[in-house]
């Protein structure tokens, strides 16, 4: 599963659509402090299913909404948009139809947040799931935030733990547990 693109849409500081393509091999993003660098990483947690504000550097889930500037008036909406390489169909089988997935979220001011995946809508913990074995997912230990590691040493042992357990691949397996438990 590859991502190949990436697209914003009011979210945070990006007001304006921005689309950014995924090529294969390494990508850098560079830029001056406060250009949206780390938002563009947060977005990609957020279209994955990321369901802490904290974890988003806002108090609320509404704060990923671009919220205005002296310029330009606020939006009453956020969307992303995660295009994704499923041509080795990794995917749960369910989503395997398709070579590409379009995953789409979308915050509304007032109404929760809504997924889609190719333009099928589906519940938070279906894209969750979705990548929650790839290495990827919303808390995958390979989006590093700033200031993490700092905040990892002073954690309690059952947080510290649960890092580990998406460092060693077995988080999607509890999550899928704890749904079969539910149903
Ligand atoms: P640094 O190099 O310092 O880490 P960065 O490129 O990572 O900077 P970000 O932290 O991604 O920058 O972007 C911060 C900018 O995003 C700030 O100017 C902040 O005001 C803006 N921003 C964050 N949330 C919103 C929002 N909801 N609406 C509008 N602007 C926002
Ligand atoms: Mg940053």
Request: hydrophobic share 40%.
């Amino acid at each position: 599963m590859k991502f190949t693109a990436l697209k914003l849409i009011g979210f945070k500081s990006f007001v304006d659509p921005a689309e950014l393509r995924i090529e294969p091999g390494l990508t850098g993003i560079i830029g001056p402090n406060g250009c949206g660098k780390s938002n563009l990483l947060e977005a990609l947690r957020w279209v994955m299913g990321a369901t802490s504000a904290k974890s988003l550097r806002g108090s609320g889930m509404e704060d990923v909404i671009f919220s205005g500037t002296d310029a330009r008036p606020s939006r009453d909406r956020a969307e992303v948009v995660l295009t994704v390489d499923n041509s080795d169909r990794t995917a749960p089988a369910r989503f395997n139809d398709h070579a590409s997935l379009e995953v789409i979220r979308r915050i509304t001011r007032g109404a929760g947040s809504l997924y889609k995946v190719n333009g099928e809508e589906v519940r938070a913990k279906d894209v969750q799931l979705l990548f929650a074995d790839a290495s990827t997912g919303a808390n995958s230990p390979a989006l590093v935030r700033q200031g993490q590691i700092s905040e990892l040493i002073a954690a309690k042992p059952e947080n510290r733990r649960r890092v580990l357990e998406e460092a060693a691949g077995v988080a999607g397996l509890r999550a899928r547990r704890h749904e079969s438990e539910l149903r």
